[in-house]
């Protein structure tokens, strides 16, 4: 079994930051590569970033590419996504996976242990 515990969530105004953690234990962490993905009210989940298991290999939706910033530190086994110039439309639960596979991937079915979720609220 693997647990995944997302917190950093928040309520933010927009043009601020936000650092979410994800801490994981059950399995080899630093085998894995790990994503982010968030659900607005009414829409479906979407990839929001990804990065491999070393951290060398990252990936990132068009929507969050130059603010967010995803990176892992294995020693400690947690990953981050650094969130800079938010917006309101980055609202939405933001959930942190474990992928299958070592390199990471924007399709969510390849993740196979997901955490509870965070709210992340942007107001203008």
């Known amino acids: 079994q693997v647990q995944l515990v997302e917190s950093g969530g928040g309520l933010v105004q927009a043009g601020g930051s936000l650092r979410l953690s994800c801490a994981a234990s059950g399995r080899t962490f630093s085998n894995v590569a790990m994503g982010w993905f968030r659900q607005a009210p009414g829409k479906e989940r979407e990839f929001v970033a990804a990065i491999s298991w070393s951290g060398g290999i990252t990936y990132y939706a068009d929507s969050v590419k130059g603010r967010f910033t995803i990176s892992r530190t294995n020693a400690k086994n947690t990953v981050y996504l650094q969130m800079n110039s938010l917006k309101p439309e980055d609202t939405a639960v933001y959930y942190c996976?474990?992928?299958?596979?070592?390199?990471?991937?924007?399709?969510?079915?390849?993740?196979?242990?997901w955490g509870q979720g965070t709210q992340v609220t942007v107001f203008s």
């Open positions: 996976a474990a992928d299958k596979h070592p390199y990471g991937s924007r399709q969510d079915h390849t993740y196979d242990y």
